[in-house]
């Protein structure tokens, strides 16, 4: 008797519980592999710093907006700190309760209270809180810690000492998570698990790929922060945390993600209701920030839903091989949640809730995604929507024309048109700066992001340098011959960038990170520059971004390598070079033109490198002045005084 097949139908049927099995047992290897890659930091009562010096002091930075119900458990676990040198500093960000009135009782343990009337435009207010603390004390290691943690007497000395250790100047802890009422307990140990699915402890915790940090216990030394822009560089984002170890890592400087459970206890939220805000804020950030690995969190949380719904199925359909497959799949679940129930100190049997935990956390996720716009936190409403900045396609067919043909346009005429079709005008301020005669170097920042092409803030000095001038003048942007992302070139973009300095009059130069660090590019630059200047019968405007080609709108980073001789070039040929700075609030631009200035440098007292690096400085503080405090980055000190 022949044995009969089965049908084609049957098999597809099976491959999504399958999918669903198979992603329940990646699941929780991954996530745990992950997490436990992550070092741990073990409490330690060492006399000595493994340094064989003394121990640095500690500024313990609290921010605080309305945290009267966990300030006194926060307090007196700082206040016990078996450590010899630190200080603790509460930020009260406008708190509406008793937050003031508690801290001001632990005066005279040390604790001091500094009043925040609320965060600057521009800024959230945990960052602006951040900034300011740190900017109060002097000691050269900072930690900034939640106001709903509780920490060990060994905390801070067991943490600086890893820190010293590893020769880290920067660590953040991943905390012990309490949990007490029903929602905490069946949500938190599921969403720690989903995040952790997606993290690559290695890269993280390496000179390359993405940066992680948990803003609930972060220490950091004085001039790793202030060098990567400290909490300014990171202003306006509500994860914090991750931004600021983004700009420490884009600095040069690793931040070490370790495990520190039995240094650090948090109660994150106490109720279903906070837990919706809490990672509301953060699941559509946190996606828009890391996609990759957002991707791959939310392809992991569909896939633990789908449990319930594959259980289901097998019941509807009455498939015995559905069924069992929806059993694996529950009981992968099941045990992949075993370890991180433990590890928050809740009973095991909620690892059987594990389809339901999912389910609700999926509904959150989509929740912020949904309220993506606006998001509520602490009281206030924080925007986080990109406006959109669009051109009529008619104007592209005719730049695609202009570019197989080669035939010249107006960059001038056409920032004017760019600029006519914003949903609001451009705000321009200093333009009493500009020269009315002549050439001159003008010199910006590079302010671009994903749905903000460079071409835009380009177009708003273009078009402001062409009406308060006295006399016509020709524009010559100096910027990339090739789009990239890393060292790797985007293909085609080279010739599309070719025809477009065709049509626009552009100097093209390939980027030094492409060229091994080499300047020859900036040199051959600098020379059809000085041929320009030569040969013009027309004053000509020189533009220049010196921090290259890989603009963002977190703050500024250091200009490239040979960009401070090559101004200092131009300027020794009597060219003024014009700050000038670029950066939008709410949907609308905004630019501010500085004094000109000329640079100098005495190459008897420095070489050809100190020279380069002394002027490019120099350029940046200019152009940095002109920024909000919060874009600044690294050269947030240019001024002093309070947040502004």
Not at 6 to 18: F, Q, R, V
Not at 108 to 113: I, K, P, T
Not at 319 to 337: F, K, P
Request: aromatic share 8%; charged share 15%; with cysteine.
């Amino acid at each position: 008797m022949k044995q009969r097949k089965k049908s084609p139908a049957t098999g597809k049927a099976l491959l999504w519980p399958l999918l669903v099995a198979f992603g329940q047992i990646l699941t929780a290897w991954r996530a745990g592999r992950n997490y436990q890659r992550l070092p741990e930091v073990l409490p330690t009562n060492k006399l000595l710093p493994p340094s064989g010096s003394t121990w640095p002091g500690v500024a313990i930075i609290v921010p605080a907006r309305n945290e009267a119900q966990n300030m006194r458990r926060l307090l007196d676990s700082l206040v016990a700190q078996d450590y010899p040198l630190y200080e603790v500093l509460v930020v009260n960000d406008a708190s509406t309760d008793a937050t003031g009135d508690i801290v001001r009782d632990y005066a005279e343990r040390g604790v001091r209270l500094l009043e925040s009337e609320g965060p600057p435009s521009g800024w959230t207010g945990k960052n602006a809180a951040c900034w300011l603390g740190a900017r109060a004390s002097t000691h050269p290691w900072l930690l900034f810690v939640d106001a709903d943690t509780e920490l060990s007497p060994l905390a801070v000395r067991s943490s600086v000492a890893f820190a010293l250790a590893q020769d880290a100047s920067a660590l953040s802890l991943f905390t012990r998570q309490q949990c007490y009422s029903f929602w905490e307990r069946l949500l938190l140990p599921f969403a720690y698990q989903q995040y952790f699915v997606g993290v690559n402890a290695r890269r993280v915790n390496g000179p390359s790929g993405s940066a992680l940090a948990n803003g609930q216990y972060f220490l950091i030394s004085r001039a790793a922060y202030m060098h990567a822009g400290g909490h300014a560089a990171t202003a306006h984002s509500i994860i914090d945390d991750v931004m600021l170890a983004t700009s420490l890592k884009k600095s040069g400087v690793t931040p070490l993600a370790c495990r520190g459970e039995q240094l650090v206890a948090v109660r994150m939220y106490t109720g279903l209701r906070a837990i919706v805000h809490g990672f509301g804020k953060n699941s559509y950030l946190f996606l828009r920030h890391s996609p990759v690995t957002g991707i791959q969190t939310a392809l992991s949380t569909t896939l633990a839903a789908s449990v319930l719904l594959l259980l289901g199925e097998a019941r509807r359909k009455c498939s015995w091989r559905i069924a069992c497959i929806a059993l694996l799949a529950y009981g992968a679940q099941v045990a992949g949640m075993l370890g991180w129930y433990r590890r928050f100190g809740v009973r095991a049997a909620y690892a059987l809730l594990a389809p339901f935990a999912a389910l609700g956390f999926l509904g959150i996720a989509l929740n912020s995604m949904l309220r993506g716009k606006t998001l509520p936190w602490k009281g206030r409403r924080y925007r986080v929507a990109r406006t959109r900045y669009r051109l009529p396609t008619s104007w592209f067919m005719e730049m695609g024309r202009a570019m197989l043909t080669n035939s010249p346009r107006s960059i001038a005429a056409d920032s004017a048109f760019g600029l006519s079709q914003l949903p609001l005008p451009p705000q321009i301020t200093g333009t009493e700066h500009i020269p009315r005669a002549g050439s001159f170097v003008l010199v910006s920042n590079h302010y671009q992001r994903l749905d903000l092409w460079i071409g835009w803030s380009g177009a708003v000095l273009i078009d402001a340098v062409a009406r308060h001038r006295d006399q016509p003048i020709a524009f010559h942007y100096i910027t990339t011959d090739r789009a990239r992302l890393g060292r790797f070139t985007l293909p085609g973009t080279r010739w599309i960038i070719q025809r477009v300095a065709n049509v626009w009059g552009l100097v093209l130069v390939t980027p030094p990170t492409i060229a091994r660090e080499h300047v020859e590019g900036q040199r051959f630059a600098l020379l059809r520059i000085l041929r320009l200047l030569k040969h013009s019968t027309t004053p000509v405007c020189i533009g220049v971004m010196p921090e290259g080609d890989e603009g963002n709108t977190f703050g500024l980073k250091e200009a490239l390598p040979g960009s401070g001789r090559s101004l200092l070039a131009l300027s020794r040929r009597g060219l003024p070079l014009v700050p000038a700075a670029v950066w939008e609030v709410d949907g609308q631009l905004h630019a501010q033109f500085g004094a000109p200035l000329s640079l100098t440098a005495n190459s008897i007292a420095m070489n050809d490198v100190d020279t380069d690096s002394a002027l490019r400085t120099t350029v940046m503080q200019h152009i940095a002045a002109l920024l909000p405090i919060a874009l600044r980055g690294q050269f947030g000190e240019v001024t002093h005084g309070t947040l502004g």
